[in-house]
């Protein structure tokens, strides 16, 4: 069952919106069951807007044309870097931190 | 069921300030419309509708200082402003701020051992605080302002400016200076400006024309709009 967003990326609602646009354009509903589904987190609608209204205006994601009343959402050129940085950080930060419990 | 479900969504919808809602609102509905609507999704939809009206107060906020200044100082600056929320917080936050700038003035004036001669009351510090005030605002405040926007654009901006920013004192010394406004034709210096302050015929005469003045001064700027506006037709 979904859980609650806590702490770390799954309690980043904007590192989980970029990590499901990079795979392709989505809309709002679509970006909530994704997240769902391979992050394990149940993202309130509220939550969600709120997290798109924040990346939109710092253009890491970008509206598309309208299909229906749902809008698509597509992962710009600076959104797809700095998930990037994000992840490869993320990466090091947990290999680091790994690597220092299997030695204690 | 479906009608209550919508009505509840258009609710939870009104939390999202007005921009927020032209922007992302039919999408936010069509996703509520079709999610189940458990007591956490509208607590979240509702703390985040909030959250957004806290965001944009905050970004109104950052506007340049000029424009931010003006509206908390001076009511009639709020005027060029076509948007009523906007007018409204303004208002809220002007009226204020005239309020308590009048009670200050009050409590100097009147903690002052001489003035003209005579103790003054706590009747005519108020008396004294209210045209200081109104007429410190439009004589010196909103000019300034807005001199700085409008002059290197249209010198007509200008004119207009003057003529609505000289309409209230000039008003005011009328009203002051008219013995039929004052009942009871009490001269001396200290009964005189309380009699008017105290007379409604007084703000009968300086309402309306205050506000002549905050249109005329509005004018412009309304002007410069429309002008856009048809440029961009």
Redesign the interface.
């Known amino acids: 069952m979904a859980r609650k967003p806590t702490t770390g990326p799954a309690g980043d609602p904007e590192l989980l919106i970029l990590a499901s646009l990079a795979e392709g354009p989505k809309?709002?509903?679509a970006i909530?069951t994704d997240i769902a589904q391979f992050a394990d987190v149940a993202l309130?609608?509220?939550?969600?807007?709120?997290a798109?209204?924040r990346l939109v205006e710092r253009k890491l994601i970008a509206p598309q044309a309208e299909s229906?009343?749902?809008?698509p959402y597509k992962l710009t050129a600076q959104g797809a870097r700095t998930l990037a940085e994000r992840l490869i950080d993320m990466r090091r930060i947990a290999t680091i931190g790994l690597g220092r419990l299997r030695t204690t | 069921v479906s009608r209550r479900r919508n009505a509840l969504v258009a609710l939870l919808l009104l939390t999202y300030p007005r921009r927020w809602r032209e922007e992302y609102g039919p999408e936010l509905e069509a996703l509520l419309v079709t999610s189940t609507l458990t007591p956490r999704v509208v607590v979240n939809v509702l703390w985040n509708g909030l959250w957004q009206r806290g965001r944009s107060a905050w970004q109104a906020g950052r506007r340049p200082f000029r424009r931010r200044a003006a509206t908390r100082i001076d009511p009639v600056y709020v005027v060029r402003h076509r948007r009523f929320g906007l007018l409204r917080r303004a208002g809220v936050a002007c009226l204020a701020m005239e309020i308590l700038s009048a009670l200050i003035g009050g409590v100097m004036l009147r903690n002052t051992s001489e003035f003209g001669g005579f103790v003054p009351g706590m009747i005519f510090a108020a008396a004294m605080s209210v045209p200081l005030v109104m007429t410190g605002a439009f004589l010196v405040f909103l000019p300034a302002m807005s001199l700085a926007r409008w002059l290197v654009r249209d010198w007509s901006n200008v004119l207009a400016l003057v003529a609505g920013a000289l309409l209230s004192p000039v008003a005011f010394a009328v009203v002051v200076s008219s013995s039929w406004v004052i009942e009871g034709m009490a001269w001396s210096f200290h009964d005189h400006w309380a009699n008017v302050l105290s007379q409604p015929r007084s703000y009968a005469i300086l309402i309306p024309v205050y506000t002549l003045g905050g249109v005329i001064v509005a004018l412009p700027g309304r002007m410069d709009r429309l002008r856009l506006s048809k440029r961009q037709r």
């Open positions: 809309h709002g509903y909530m309130g609608p509220g939550t969600l807007y709120t798109i209204t229906g009343r749902q809008r």
